[in-house]
């Protein structure tokens, strides 16, 4: 466990992609970085508002952060702050970007795809917004975005968006939400202009390579719901990230980190729990060797370091 925690529940959480770092965003309105190594606190800024969601980027340069209460925080939230987003220096953590607020309900979930020219940035109402990164996005008249501009506007889900991730070629989005609906998106771009389309046909994105998988839902997820769950008991899943270990870890509501194998397609499939966390389990991932998972809680308010070890 890793002391000098924040001071109310956590739900952001993020690993460095390529060092053993990670951030954790909580609802005292602290985003706080981790070295691994030392298991101590590196740095922490104080940000106007609570934190929902965080996400590295893929050079590790930049962290995106989402704002928003989710009917959870203790104390009123201005309205500027639910619904906003910010991306900060990963290494001082000073304020680089500020894109111009376009929701008025927190942002669930933020992605940027894996080859860094976009970010995906869910909302509790209901909308994905996509945006093009400055200096990673060229225009058709060959200059590069000097600041975050939204591209795409997804609507689709009938209930707040939980969780998405991308494909590794960066032209897929799966997502979901509060309904329990699994939801498809790809990508083209059309003479300089991306465009960005839901995909209904489900079958037709069997074959798609994820580089992330933390949508809970989907036929590699049968495995991980207990009997009689209503669709709510599980708050957060990730699975490994290389190759040859493919695991798949959950959070639940009853203070356990459950892991499983990959895909988890057996019904109530066998897995290994392990208990610590007194509340419940809110987030939780893979460092980016798979050599130790991150899970934070609630009401406990803690972050536990767990090892990962072969028999």
């Known amino acids: 466990m890793l002391h000098a925690g924040p001071l109310d529940e956590l739900w952001a959480y993020s690993p460095h992609p390529k060092r053993l770092e990670f951030c954790t965003g909580a609802e005292d309105e602290t985003l706080r970085v981790w070295d691994l190594e030392r298991r101590q606190m590196r740095a922490m800024a104080k940000i106007e508002g609570p934190i929902r969601c965080c996400c590295y980027s893929p050079d590790g340069e930049w962290i995106a952060v989402g704002l928003g209460s989710g009917g959870k925080a203790k104390a009123p939230v201005p309205p500027k702050c639910e619904g906003k987003w910010i991306v900060l220096e990963s290494e001082d953590l000073e304020l680089k970007f500020a894109p111009p607020q376009v929701r008025h309900e927190r942002c669930s979930d933020i992605k940027f795809s894996p080859d860094g020219r976009f970010v995906a940035v869910g909302n509790a109402d209901n909308f994905i917004d996509v945006y093009a990164c400055p200096e990673k996005y060229?225009?058709?008249?060959?200059?590069?975005?000097?600041?975050?501009?939204?591209?795409?506007?997804?609507?689709?889900?009938?209930?707040?968006?939980?969780?998405?991730?991308?494909?590794?070629?960066?032209?897929?989005?799966?997502?979901?939400?509060?309904?329990?609906?699994?939801?498809?998106?790809?990508?083209?771009?059309?003479?300089?202009?991306?465009?960005?389309?839901?995909?209904?046909?489900?079958?037709?994105?069997?074959?798609?390579?994820?580089?992330?998988?933390?949508?809970?839902?989907?036929?590699?997820?049968?495995?991980?719901?207990?009997?009689?769950?209503?669709?709510?008991?599980?708050?957060?899943?990730?699975?490994?990230?290389?190759?040859?270990?493919?695991?798949?870890?959950?959070?639940?509501?009853?203070?356990?980190?459950k892991l499983f194998r990959y895909p988890c397609i057996v019904p109530r499939a066998y897995h290994r729990p392990y208990g610590g966390h007194s509340s419940h389990v809110t987030n939780l991932g893979f460092t980016f060797n798979d050599h130790w998972l991150i899970s934070t809680g609630g009401a406990d308010r803690a972050v536990f370091q767990w090892e990962v070890a072969k028999d």
Not at 160 to 173: I, K, N
Not at 216 to 243: K, Q, V, Y
Request: aromatic share 10%; with cysteine; net charge negative.
């Open 138 to 257: 060229v225009r058709p008249d060959g200059r590069a975005e000097t600041d975050f501009r939204r591209v795409a506007q997804l609507k689709g889900h009938s209930s707040f968006v939980l969780h998405m991730d991308w494909s590794f070629d960066s032209r897929f989005l799966q997502s979901n939400c509060g309904a329990h609906e699994l939801l498809y998106w790809k990508l083209w771009e059309d003479e300089g202009k991306v465009v960005m389309r839901q995909e209904k046909a489900s079958s037709a994105m069997r074959d798609v390579d994820w580089a992330s998988q933390s949508t809970l839902f989907g036929w590699h997820m049968r495995g991980i719901w207990p009997e009689d769950a209503d669709g709510t008991d599980i708050n957060a899943c990730c699975r490994s990230n290389t190759r040859e270990r493919e695991l798949l870890a959950t959070a639940d509501d009853f203070g356990k980190v």
